[in-house]
T-cell receptor, first 110, second 112 residues
Framework: RKEVEQDPGPFNVPEGATVAFNCTYSNSASQSFFWYRQDCRKEPKLLMSVYSSGNEDGRFTAQLNRASQYISLLIRDSKLSDSATYLCVVNVNRDDKIIFGKGTRLHILP | EPEVTQTPSHQVTQMGQEVILRCVPISNHLYFYWYRQILGQKVEFLVSFYNNEISEKSEIFDDQFSVERPDGSNFTLKIRSTKLEDSAMYFC??????????FGNGTRLTVT
């Protein structure tokens, strides 16, 4: 099983729709979880951290299920500017190995 | 807002040459990282650095690669004897404690 796995993309959704991304991780000792977005040929930028109780930031909701080793990101009322690649990021052990998933590309269609 | 800075933004080198990619992490951060991203592919972990030594490295980070923090501000990645397949975007990142990573804008390395 890969250390961090994400849904294959791309996702093509109409503006205003709700879209969900899923991610699984293999190491049960993983401590920290994040969602990043990456625009074409740019650096990854933090979208939000993922907390055990789940957390929300505006249109974005992140969930963590430690038992299933699963993380999700929900985007509501999607905007054209949400088009990007979404990266699941996991600190896979107690040390400093922070691993990125392959990313899921999202295209919001007008 | 403080940011991670990387230089140069683009480096072109001939196969077999050595390159040094430079990074200035955020000043109060203690953990430093290098990642690479081959065009169209995933962001790959290379190495992490803490307390003046490598704390983790991937199988990609072989003897061809080395990192150094020569002074209190710079963090460098050296690639000896570059190969064509080293062509990629190299990202430096830093963080404080368990906080998220902050990335620089990257250096695009082209090996010809």
């Amino acid at each position: 099983r890969k250390e961090v796995e994400q849904d294959p993309g791309p996702f093509n959704v109409p503006e205003g729709a709700t879209v969900a991304f899923n991610c699984t991780y293999s190491n049960s000792a993983s401590q920290s979880f994040f969602w990043y977005r990456q625009d074409c040929r740019k650096e990854p930028k933090l979208l939000m951290s993922v907390y055990s109780s789940g957390n929300e930031d505006g249109r974005f909701t992140a969930q963590l299920n430690r038992a299933s080793q699963y993380i999700s990101l929900l985007i509501r009322d999607s905007k054209l500017s949400d088009s990007a690649t979404y990266l699941c990021v996991v600190n896979v052990n107690r040390d400093d190995k922070i691993i990125f998933g392959k990313g899921t590309r999202l295209h919001i269609l007008p | 807002e403080p940011e991670v800075t990387q230089t140069p933004s683009h480096q072109v080198t001939q196969m077999g040459q050595e390159v040094i990619l430079r990074c200035v992490p955020i000043s109060n951060h203690l953990y430093f990282y290098w990642y690479r991203q081959i065009l169209g592919q995933k962001v790959e972990f290379l190495v992490s650095f803490y307390n003046n030594e490598i704390s983790e490295k991937s199988e990609i980070f072989d003897d061809q690669f080395s990192v150094e923090r020569p002074d209190g501000s710079n963090f460098t990645l050296k690639i000896r004897s570059t190969k064509l397949e080293d062509s990629a975007m190299y990202f430096c990142a830093s963080r404080a404690g368990l906080a998220p990573l902050h990335f620089g804008n990257g250096t695009r390395l082209t090996v010809t």
